[in-house]
């Protein structure tokens, strides 16, 4: 059980909407685990009022870091003191840690969570063929995993193609070879299909691929971990390719932020 004492450091995680958050549930037990005496809470912080937010969280001693999600990933980028190289490169902030110095560092774990979800799970990336669907912040955290994992090669298809484009041409100037394209959202066989849309949040949502292409050679991964199957995932399971919830992508983090947020102890 979780024991709350005067002692007790706080991580939050904030957000708009916050209730679907999954930080809270996967890593308290976590925290539990280790013996650390730190809880996290969801904090519900709307994007007009995260300025003053920010003031607040950072006046709290006993606060030592907070995961975000949506919409703050990419305005929390411009209020951290200071930021840790990949999530200046991916453009995205995902948790915010209190240094021993007292300034607001901000990290970026999503592409990990991903590769290591996958792993997890059993399945390869080194050498494979990545058809990502999507370009925005997830999307990009994860297309440099898979280059920094070895995947062969990574087709992004998104509905504005200039930012599939734009990330593409990043991720191959990073890495320093032809790895990433643009391309059309239409899966070819032996291909890992991903997800990296917000389609599917939604149950009126339309599938962000054509399921009709999808077979039994090809792998299909979600971003989204609310539902836990998504439509996209259950018409690939229906045609008989193997399926993988986005669920592995926090668990494949939480166990990381955990440690990561456990390290710097600051006096409150
Ligand atoms: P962004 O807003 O940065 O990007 C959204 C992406 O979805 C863009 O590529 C956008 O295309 C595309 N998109 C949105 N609506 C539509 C539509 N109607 N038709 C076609 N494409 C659409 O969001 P994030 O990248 O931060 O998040 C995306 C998803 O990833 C969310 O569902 C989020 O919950 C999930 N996520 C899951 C994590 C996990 O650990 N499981 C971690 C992080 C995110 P366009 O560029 O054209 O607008």
């Known amino acids: ?28 037990p976590i925290f539990a685990a280790r013996g650390a005496n730190i809880v996290c809470v969801p904090l519900h912080i709307d994007a007009r009022e995260l300025d003053t937010a920010w003031a607040g969280l950072k006046a ?3 606060l030592i870091g907070f995961g975000i999600t949506l919409p703050h990933k990419q305005a929390a980028l411009a209020l951290c ?8 490169r991916v453009g995205a902030v995902n948790l915010v840690r209190r ?8 990290y970026q774990f999503d592409g990990k969570g991903f590769v290591r979800g996958l792993k997890a799970q059993g399945h390869t990336l080194s050498g494979s063929h990545c058809l990502m669907v999507g370009a925005g912040g997830a999307a990009i955290a994860i297309a440099f995993a898979l280059a920094e994992e070895g995947a062969a090669s ?5 509905r504005t193609r200039t930012k599939a484009e734009e990330l593409a041409d990043a991720v191959n100037r990073a890495m320093g070879r032809s790895f990433a394209r643009a391309g059309d959202p239409r899966p070819t066989p032996g291909e890992i ?3 990296a849309t917000s389609l599917g949040l939604s149950a009126s949502d339309p599938l962000p691929i ?16 609310k539902p836990e199957v998504t439509p996209l995932l259950q018409a690939a399971h229906a045609r008989g390719a193997r399926v993988h919830s986005g669920i592995h992508m926090i668990r494949g983090q939480v ?11 600051t006096d409150s």
Not at 81 to 88: G, I, Q, R
Not at 154 to 158: C, E, G, M, W, Y
Not at 213 to 225: H, P, Q, R, W
């Open 1 to 28: 059980a979780l024991a709350v004492n005067g002692s007790t450091k706080i991580m939050g995680v904030i957000g708009d909407p916050i209730a679907q958050v999954m930080t809270p549930t996967t890593i308290n």
């Open 60 to 62: 709290l001693r006993n």
């Open 81 to 88: 003191d200071s930021l840790d190289p990949l999530a200046k």
């Open 99 to 106: 240094e021993a110095d007292g300034t607001f560092r901000g």
């Open 154 to 158: 990574l087709t992004i298809a998104n």
């Open 193 to 195: 299909i991903i997800n």
């Open 210 to 225: 054509d399921a009709s292409l999808v077979d039994e050679t090809m792998l299909v991964a979600e971003v989204i971990a």
């Open 255 to 265: 166990d990381l932020i955990a440690a990561h947020i456990a390290e710097v102890q």
